[in-house]
């Protein structure tokens, strides 16, 4: 299983996409529509009011990546899944025996706010928020090590260098 994470713009979807494609079984499972599931007294989850909303949102995303993980799946959960919700999802996968791998997208600040900027209509877009997220994940402490550049890479070569350190245990966050 592959949490891929960093800042809107990183480029999250789109290698999650193409590493789901060419694995088999695979799910892709993409944060932001579990938080579109939220009918009523959303809050963007940026804000600071978000934070129980974003734990209860990550749970069901966790949960759900641990269901289709024991059924034999390979799951990659695309979002800004930052090292403060890690635990949330190897609690969920932890009873599943699944080895979780991390991978953090993290262009330099100008490159994600230009593909930021260049996003369909109804994804963030705005650059305060952006430039917060990214800040976020400027210095992640011991997760520096599951952090991947991508600001020259194409998304092929992104997903050609995740894929790579999936199969090289380079990304494990923890094993079964």
Known sequence: MLVLSGPPGAGKTTIASLLAREWEPSVHLRVDTFFRFV???????????????????????????????????????????????????????GPANVLVHYAVLRPRLEVTLARAQARPA?????????????????????????????????????????????????LILTSP
Not at 42 to 50: L, T
Request: net charge negative.
């Open 39 to 93: 009918e009523r007294g959303f809050v963007s989850p940026w804000m600071p009011e978000s934070s129980a909303q974003n734990r209860t949102v990550m749970s069901a995303v966790a949960a759900s990546a641990a269901v289709y993980a024991a059924g034999g799946y390979r799951v990659v959960v695309d979002g800004v899944v930052g090292p403060w919700f890690l635990e949330t999802f190897l609690a969920a996968l």
């Open 122 to 170: 109804g994804e963030l877009t705005d650059q305060e928020p952006v430039r917060r997220l990214h800040d976020e994940f400027r210095d992640i402490g011991p997760y520096e090590r599951h952090v991947v550049d991508n600001s020259e890479l194409t998304p092929s070569s992104t997903a050609e260098l995740i894929r790579r350190l999936v199969d090289d245990g380079g």
